[in-house]
């Protein structure tokens, strides 16, 4: 018998249970990818090109056999499973929004054909963990307190390419045309190696260097002190179960980096739970704070996404962004901070401008992130709580390096000067003076929040 194994955000044969499952059902297997245009067209030039390369190695280590074809889920499984004859068809679950409602549709469309959803891209299923009363939990800690004793004993499945006897998708004309994957996108951005072995490399290798130090490094945006994992947890070529098997242990920096995965599941379930929460305010009284729209808002929005607020931090990172595809956490929620209380932009708009840059880019945890900045989220920062860009710069960043590195017009100061250079004797004249006066946007801010 056959099985079908649509690959969607697990680009891997390593720690694979729906190879497993597909074994239990049949002898051979056929791989499948589809090119869906809904989850494509968002995407963005960035996040397309990557998916490619994962998609080109996942073809590689399956001996070629990947079978890619473009279109509508709900029709081109069912039709690809006629094809070759297949009795079931296998994935990892789905739990976003869009995810969710495909997979419906295609389990309605499979009819006799069994449709098996084995195990999901978290550490734990969206949905599973709630309150002793069934309610889902809205704060973080008492979450990760269960959340821990759940992933007590996840291990590694043990499978590789060789675990299914792969077929040859041209061995049988499998209806919609199938295409190869097609050609990279044009980039701007100086992406990071895709692909499983890539992933693992790179994960090998923080393992060695960074891991026990974690802690204390993991907001030092000068030093490359996290993991930068989280595109290939995006697009599966390593699932966390792997992570957290190498992250056992009592060291501070394993302890921080399971809480770090534990986040990336929590936003999952808040998702699931609250699909909306992409979209909408997570705490609905934020709907009532007054903000900033129009044509002179829009412009502010563009001198942060172009990096030219005269906030050296803020513009260090969204040049960033723009540059290599990823920010770092800290300044993430810097750069956020900024968009909603100083300038007191809507956050989807920045969001949004996430979304389209971002190798990582993560409905999940991109919307979650945002809120939390903006306070709306669940457990959000509160929002008397404003973050400084000059403070965060001279903290995070003590030497001035990752803004000299970013910001080409402040190469030549030296030292943490670099984060005011508008106290220089001499100020550059090719880089901007700080669009907005902190202190009194930090009071404007307050002022919009009280009058709620
Ligand atoms: P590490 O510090 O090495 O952490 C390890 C892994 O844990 C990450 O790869 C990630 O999967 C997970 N993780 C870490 N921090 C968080 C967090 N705060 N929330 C959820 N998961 C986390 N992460 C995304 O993957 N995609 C996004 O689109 C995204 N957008 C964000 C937007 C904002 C405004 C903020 C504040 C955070 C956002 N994050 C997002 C979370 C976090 O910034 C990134 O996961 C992290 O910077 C990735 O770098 P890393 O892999 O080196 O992280």
Redo the contacts with the bound molecule.
């Keep these: 018998s056959t099985a079908v194994v649509w690959f969607r955000r697990d680009l891997r044969v390593h720690d694979q249970p729906m190879f497993l499952a597909a074994k239990e059902r049949a002898t051979k297997a056929l791989a499948l990818f589809v090119l869906d245009p809904t989850l494509l067209e968002p995407a963005g030039p960035r996040r397309t090109a990557f998916l490619f390369r994962c998609l080109r190695a996942l073809d590689d280590d399956l001996g070629g056999r990947l079978l890619v074809v473009k279109g509508d889920p709900a029709d081109v499984v069912p039709r690809i499973a006629q094809a070759v004859g297949a009795d079931s068809v296998h994935v990892a679950g789905d739990f976003g929004p869009y995810g969710r409602q495909r997979d419906e549709a295609v389990e309605k469309a499979l009819g006799d054909v069994e449709f098996v959803r084995t195990g999901s891209p978290y550490l734990t299923l969206p949905g599973s963990i709630t309150k002793s009363d069934g309610d889902p939990y809205k704060v973080f800690t008492p979450f990760s307190r269960e959340w821990t004793k759940r992933v007590a004993d996840a291990a590694p499945a043990v499978t590789d390419a060789g675990t299914l006897s792969w077929m040859d998708p041209g061995e049988k004309d499998g209806g919609p045309r199938a295409v190869r994957v097609p050609d990279d996108p044009a980039v701007d951005a100086e992406l990071p190696a895709a692909g499983e072995k890539a992933a693992r490399e790179n994960w090998e290798a923080?393992v060695d260097e960074h891991l026990t130090d974690?802690d204390d490094m993991?907001n030092r945006p000068d030093r490359p002190g996290?993991?930068?994992?989280?595109m290939h947890?995006?697009y599966g070529t390593v699932h966390?179960r792997t992570l957290l098997a190498d992250a056992r242990g009592t060291g501070t920096g394993a302890a921080s980096?399971r809480n770090?995965?534990c986040?990336?599941d929590f936003?999952a379930h808040v998702l699931w739970w609250y699909p909306r929460s992409a979209r909408e305010n997570f705490d609905p009284k934020f709907d009532r704070i007054p903000l900033d729209t129009g044509k002179a808002a829009e412009e502010r929005f563009r001198a942060w996404q172009e990096g030219r607020t005269g906030f050296p931090a803020v513009d260090a990172a969204m040049r960033q962004l723009q540059g290599e595809a990823?920010?770092?956490?800290r300044m993430?929620?810097t750069v956020?901070s900024f968009l909603v209380k100083d300038l007191h932009l809507p956050w989807w708009w920045?969001?949004r401008h996430?979304?389209n840059l971002?190798v990582?880019?993560?409905l999940a945890?991109?919307q979650?992130?945002?809120q939390?900045?903006a306070g709306s989220g669940t457990d959000a920062a509160p929002y008397f709580r404003v973050f400084n860009p000059v403070t965060q710069g001279e903290r995070f960043d003590p030497q001035g390096d990752y803004v000299r590195r970013w910001v080409p017009e402040l190469a030549g100061i030296e030292g943490k000067k670099v984060h005011q250079p508008w106290k220089l004797d001499q100020p550059p004249t090719d880089y901007p003076a700080p669009m907005v006066d902190h202190k009194a946007e930090r009071l404007e801010a307050l002022d919009r929040f009280n009058r709620l």
């Design positions: 923080f974690y993991r996290t993991s930068r994992m989280s947890l995006k966390p980096f770090e995965l986040f990336r936003y990823w920010m770092h956490n993430r929620m956020a920045g969001a996430f979304l971002l990582d880019g993560d945890s991109n979650h992130g945002w939390w900045s």
